[in-house]
C-alpha cells in the first residue's frame, strides 16, 4: 500500500515557475515509477511525465518538454515536479501517482496508486 500527498499548488502568472511535491508513504517506494498527471475541467487525465525508481528513466509529455522536470528523492520518500514557464494551458489538477511496471507507464491505467490532487492555476 502506498499513500500519496501532493503540495505545492496555486495560483500563478504565466511565465512563474511552481514547484510540486509527493510525499509517498510505504518502505517499498523505490520499487515505483513516480508520475504526474494532469486534468483540466472537461478534459481527460492527461500524462505530464514520468520517473523510474533509480531515476535512470524519465519521460515527458511533449506539452512540457523542455519546461517541467521530474526528480526524486528516494530517502525521504519525495517525488518533486518543478514546473518553468507556465501557459495558461498548464492549468488543471495536478496528481502524483504510483506505478509498478517494467516499461516506462504514460496512461493511468498503469498506475495503481493516486494522490488527492493539488490545483494549478496560470492566469494570462
Known amino acids: 500500500q502506498v499513500q500519496l500527498v501532493e503540495s505545492g499548488g496555486g495560483v500563478v502568472q504565466a511565465g512563474d515557475s511552481l514547484r510540486l511535491s509527493c510525499a509517498a508513504s510505504?518502505?517499498?517506494?523505490?520499487?515505483?515509477?513516480m508520475g504526474w498527471f494532469r486534468q483540466a475541467p472537461g478534459k481527460e487525465r492527461e500524462f505530464v511525465g514520468t520517473i523510474s525508481g533509480s531515476g535512470s528513466r524519465i519521460s515527458y509529455a511533449d506539452s512540457v518538454k523542455g519546461r517541467f522536470t521530474i526528480s526524486r528523492d528516494n530517502a525521504k520518500n519525495t517525488v518533486t515536479l518543478q514546473m518553468t514557464s507556465l501557459k495558461p494551458e498548464d492549468t488543471a489538477v495536478y496528481y502524483c501517482a504510483a506505478a509498478q511496471t517494467v516499461s516506462i507507464p504514460t496512461t493511468p491505467s498503469q498506475y495503481t496508486y493516486w494522490g488527492q490532487g493539488t490545483q494549478v492555476t496560470v492566469s494570462s
Open positions: 510505504g518502505r517499498t517506494f523505490i520499487a515505483y515509477f
